[in-house]
């Protein structure tokens, strides 16, 4: 494989790409994300192929990046007509490749039902999951191979760098990176643009550029399912990144749990070095860029820039105070600029479109879009991208699909164990930093958790704390032994313990933390309490004042009982009760013995006539 | 040379100083318990928190928020506008002491440090209390000083803890006691350096000759003595 001379030899790769033969053709896209794989997505990809094989046709059959759709996972895709297949067994693919060639109908089961009508949804763009989103970042997604080159540079990849770095001088970059107002995804939302020009205005030659792709929030995966899907178009951000800002060493800092973005990222850069696009004398234009993958160990505290350079670095990893930023003293002492995936991922977007054409989406202060991973109580669980500025409403229920079973909705946790809790009343409240920032939430790296009446809030909190303070590093004082004691102030509260003036010291410890921690990690990790007190904090009070868990959830406080009324005397939760909780004889109402009974819920979940209650 | 206000008063630092280091030079009481004016600072332990504003940028006559920030590694900047005494200063530091507490309430020294910021209850309690705080200046003082390292902090989060690699005892220390008496709460004893926490094993020959040489030690902790004084000490103890 020859390296690339310069940007006309990309531009006629590209070219011949597009007229090759069999560019065209007929192609069944596989999701091959994480969720997809886990329900046997490449199990589904091998049977396909060999349905298409067995037939002789000329269908080619691809694995892709996430889909997003992953509540309905394995997808299969059809192109270009973009017929969608869901839940996609590898029995169905008689079915699935006779439906592509010969145009026979699919069974109901392989469609995705309307929520409205019921009636089956035959192609993707016309699924409301996806019609309601505007897939920037994540839209090659769906169509790329992620281990070919060929593929990311058929689609224009990059040419966004080709451009940057024939037309455009670093100055001329990072000005329409500013015009684009694009801000950093990671959470703390600091412009990108003004970020890269105190980086490339620091004196010195040696710059370098980090991704962070150490996501650890708890059920978010958007970092990944980029890396995984589309590895090229971070590293063409990052190329970018490093011809504005003047860096010739790049980092990318990936979590080692996500063995197939490690997986996709190294073939990534083997491929682009190969073909002149990383390394030295990029595309003959004498810009050069290394960049190397970083593994991480496990730790959520890395994702924090300090601790993260410090483990790049070899040491442990544990945040030190800024100033100085990284801008002026970050890796070695030297001038870093430091990114989320996600931002390098919308600079080729930006660069290739101009800064107007992203700008255009979003609000004054929140442009372009956002990728989301919806999960929990939510009907469409997946990966979600949407211009900033809708409400949590469109995400949630447009998107989302609402609640499952017909529960209401109670709410969200935006940023994760980092963000805040917005209730119902404020389901119309523009997504925006600003926004949520003022009920106490952040946009933070994109973790959405919905929640639903069944929740308990202060459960809900307890677990995003039970999270943080068994991740803190345990360097400073008010986050190593500050969220200790709110998680037992909780746990307390739980379990049936709470006592008058409990609030109020978790709203000091609360307050406290987050001033005075050394990093954002303790910065933050009051927030899942501070901001369910202030807007559930009734639910705090009948845990402390009356002993009751409204929404029956807190194991301290809740008895099961059985309806004498209902039960008929069955046995079955006799039988199934672990513990032996429950008496009676047959056909006689049974009784559950409260000393013993350990609040699993066994009994409620296997009795079929509703004789199980929970006081 | 940098100017700043510290409590309203204009106050003209050299350059490279930090907040903590014009604080004292100025006479303006901080309380610090991570710091040692022998050791790089740290920034763990938080009782030196003062609010930090930005100055307003120019045309624009508005204070800027402040925010606390320790002033140990905070470096001095031109315009800064400083509190160390103000009503959230001193009720972040009141908490952190308490918190200190937490982990050390059978130590009399962390009772004397908390009381005088005004803590007169705790609150919370850590069931496993060994009275380290995790202040790290043992270790620090074994890097900086000794030049040895031949103790770390290990683990994270609550489960952190002074310790030699491994948790084995390691051949790199010179058995100095310098961590003994830089230790704030007293919880490193001589048993520790010469047992779990130290480089010698237990019942070694040099550990027991060690053990006798440094029994004539001062074993008192020295909240922040003179790094000249601590280093004598360990000398006369030694014999290095």
Known sequence: MTKLADPAALAAWQAALAAADGHDRPTLTVCGGTGCRVYGSERVCAALQQESDR???????????????????????????????????????REVVAAVLDGRPVADRLRYPDPQTGLPIQHEQDVPFYRHQHRLVLDLNGTLDPL????????????????????????????????AGLRGRGGAGFPTGAKWEACRRQPGDVKYLICNADEGDPGAYMDRSIMEGNPHRVLEGLLIGAYAIGARQGFVYIRNEYPLAVKHLRAAIAQAEARGLLGENILGTGFSFHLSVRLGSGAFVCGEETALMASIEGRVGEPRPRPPYPAEAGLWGKPTNINNVKSWAAVPLIIANGAAWYAALGTPTSKGTLIFSVVGKINNTGLVEVPLGISLRQLIFDIGGGIPNGKQFKAAQIGGPSGGCIPAEHLDTPIDYESLSALGAIVGSGGLVVADEDTCMVDFARYFMQFTQEESCGKCVPCRVGTKAM???????????????????????????????????????????????RHFRAEYDAHILHQTCPAKVCKGLITYQVRPEKCTGCMVCLRNCAVGAIHGAKQQPHTIDPAVCTRCGMCQSVCKFDAVAVN | MI????????????????????????????????????????????????????????GDARPRPARLAAACTYPCEPGLVVRT????????????????????????????????????????????????????????????????SAISLIKR??????SPPFEIASAACLGCGTCVLICPTGVLRLEDVSGYRSAHAAGAAEAREYCQTCSELDLEPHFVAAPEALLAAAREGTGL
């Open chain 2, 3 to 58: 100017q700043l206000t510290i409590d309203d008063r204009r106050v003209t630092v050299a350059e490279g100083r930090t907040l903590l280091e014009a604080c004292r030079e100025h006479g303006f009481p901080v309380p610090t318990l991570c710091y040692h004016p022998a050791l790089k600072p740290y920034g763990g332990c938080r009782l030196c928190v003062v609010e930090v504003a930005q100055p307003p940028p120019p």
């Open chain 2, 85 to 148: 005494n103000s009503e959230a200063v001193q009720r972040s530091r009141r908490l952190t002491a308490e918190l200190l507490l937490a982990g050390a309430y059978q130590s009399p020294e962390m009772w004397a440090l908390a009381k005088s910021l005004g803590v007169e209850q705790v609150r919370f309690q850590l069931p496993e209390a060994d009275n380290c705080v995790v202040c790290g200046l043992c270790v620090r003082a074994c890097q900086e000083i000794v030049g040895v």
């Open chain 2, 157 to 162: 989060g609550m489960a952190k803890q002074v």
């Open chain 1, 487 to 533: 998680l037992a102030t909780l746990e307390r509260i739980c379990a049936g313990q709470g006592r008058p003036g409990d609030v109020e010291y978790l709203l000091e410890l609360g307050e406290t933390i987050k001033r005075s921690s050394l990093c954002g990690l303790g910065q933050t990790a009051p927030n899942p309490v501070l901001s369910t007190l």
């Open chain 1, 55 to 93: 037939r002789g046709a000329d269908l080619a059959v691809k694995v892709t990046g996430c889909h997003g759709f992953c509540e309905r996972g394995p997808l299969v895709v059809s192109h270009p007509e973009r017929q969608m297949y869901t839940r996609v067994k590898p029995e169905d693919a």
């Open chain 1, 148 to 179: 070919s080159l060929d593929d990311y540079v058929a689609a224009g990849g990059y040419a966004a760098l080709a451009k940057a770095l024939t037309a455009l001088t670093p100055a001329a970059v990072i000005a329409e990176v500013k015009a």
